[in-house]
Nanobody, 122 residues
């Protein structure tokens, strides 16, 4: 069973950077693709980025491509989301997720983290 705990959220100003971390536990981590999603108040959950189990293969939503970078450290059981040039529209709760497949689909996610809040002010 994989468990996920996000950290690194906070309140920043426009143009700032943040790095979100996702600590994982469970033997299935190294074979799982990992992804980041976010959900703003009143909006649907949005896919942001995914990375394959062997770090081969990354995908990004157009809304964050070039600003966000996903990475993983299998030795430390960690997944990261480096977020640069943050904008007020990036304000949301950010979630880490484990997926059975890469690319990630709505039905491939089998565990979610509890989320970490990111607030970007202008």
């Amino acid at each position: 069973q994989v468990q996920l705990v996000e950290s690194g959220g906070g309140s920043v100003q426009t143009g700032a950077s943040l790095r979100l971390s996702c600590a994982t536990s469970g033997r299935a981590f190294n074979s799982a693709a990992m992804a980041w999603f976010r959900q703003a108040p009143g909006k649907d959950r949005e896919f942001l980025a995914a990375i394959g189990s062997g770090e081969i293969g990354k995908s990004y939503a157009n809304s964050v491509k070039g600003r966000f970078t996903i990475s993983r450290d299998n030795a430390r059981n960690m997944v990261y989301l480096q977020m640069n040039s943050l904008k007020p529209d990036d304000t949301a709760a950010y979630y880490c997720a484990a997926s059975r497949t890469f690319p990630v689909s709505d039905t491939s996610i089998f565990v979610w983290g509890q989320g970490t809040q990111v607030t970007v002010s202008s």
